[in-house]
């Protein structure tokens, strides 16, 4: 069975450009999550997806930062503009519905320079 | 507001013997504990969980305890291999499935 895929792996870009992350969770996976880990510290939720509808978004830092999930499979989250502090690692994870146990991606480095 | 505590960024310990990771968290609310490991460069693995109906699960060299009255939670790794070398994150989800999760332990485990 295949994995929580991510892309791209890393991404560089300038300040002020558009960037977007792209998330394929396990086949089956209703629950989908994105998480942010910046300059090595602990792992902070974005937002979850309960098929194509938002559950919770309460961890989107502010309205540069769009996710989508249409359809109820893939989902993608862009940056516009992109600031310097948005550097950091982003993971997606997949869970079944009503379980607990999260699977994560390998995740998208992202360097904002 | 950090709900989920891990206070030593780091442990180093010999080869064999037991490695003690722990986490505390101050939110009443989280029912389900989970402790992900994290390899350099590659997304967290899921490692072991624990309701919070259960005060102990044990699963091969890896168990974790948990204190709902004192909020803390341990993994106890025994004996320790040097594959065993990674940051460890401890997380914690209530009823809406998010999971919060600690600033992680590096563990050094040598030969």
């Known amino acids: 069975e295949a994995g929580v895929t991510q892309f791209p792996s890393h991404s560089v870009i300038e300040k002020g450009q558009t960037v977007t992350l792209r998330c394929d969770p396990i086949?089956?996976?209703?629950?989908l999550y994105w998480y942010r880990r910046v300059m090595g510290k602990e792992i902070k939720f974005l937002l979850h997806?309960?098929?194509?509808?938002?559950?919770?978004e309460s961890g989107m830092p502010n309205n540069r930062f769009l996710a989508e999930r249409t359809g109820g499979t893939y989902s993608t989250l862009k940056v516009q503009p992109a600031e310097l502090e948005d550097s950091g690692v982003y993971f997606c994870a997949s869970s079944q519905f009503l379980q607990e146990t999260q699977y994560f991606g390998p995740g998208t480095r992202l360097l904002v320079l | 507001d950090q709900q989920v505590k891990q206070n030593s960024p780091s442990l180093s310990v010999q080869e064999g013997r037991i490695s003690i990771l722990n986490c505390d968290y101050t939110?009443?609310?989280?029912?389900?504990f989970l402790w992900y490991k994290k390899y350099p460069a590659e997304g967290p693995t899921f490692l072991i969980s624990i309701s919070s109906i259960k005060d102990k699960n044990e699963d091969g060299r890896f168990t974790v305890f948990l204190n709902k009255s004192a909020k803390h939670l341990s993994l106890h790794i025994v004996p320790s291999q040097p594959g065993d070398s990674a940051v460890y994150f401890c997380?914690?989800?209530?009823?809406?499935?998010?999971?919060?999760f600690g600033a992680g332990t590096r563990l050094t485990v040598k030969p």
């Open positions: 997380a914690a989800s209530g009823q809406g499935n998010d999971m919060r």
């Open positions: 939110n009443s609310m989280f029912d389900y």
């Open positions: 997806f309960v098929k194509e509808s938002k559950q919770d």
């Open positions: 086949s089956g996976h209703d629950n």
